[in-house]
């Protein structure tokens, strides 16, 4: 099946999105929690700005690589996204 290359990077933009919620939710904390260990990270995000990220699905991969360290994430397997 042909793919756009927007339909491309909205499916790249959708499995970034689903591995940020499922490892969150894994790591069993609140959007709040993760505000506060992102403020480590130099990241100034509520509670409401993560949650209105990892709804759209649009985010830079620092704001990704961050989530990934804040919440321990020690490898991310491209297979895993």
């Known amino acids: 099946m042909f793919m ?3 339909q491309k990077a909205k499916n790249w933009e959708d499995r970034a999105r689903l591995y ?7 790591a069993d904390i609140t959007y709040e929690e993760l505000a506060k260990r992102l403020k480590a990270h130099g990241f100034e995000e509520s509670a409401a700005s993560i949650a209105n990220k990892l ?5 830079a991969a620092t704001f990704f690589l961050a989530v990934a360290a ?3 994430i020690a ?6 996204l």
Do not use: N, V
């Not at 940020?20 to 894994?26: M, S």
């Not at 709804?55 to 985010?59: L, M």
């Not at 490898?75 to 895993?80: G, K, S, T, Y």
């Open 4 to 6: 756009s290359p927007a």
């Open 20 to 26: 940020l919620k499922a490892e969150i939710k894994r």
């Open 55 to 59: 709804s759209r699905g649009t985010f």
């Open 70 to 72: 804040a919440i321990g």
């Open 75 to 80: 490898a991310i397997q491209l297979e895993d």
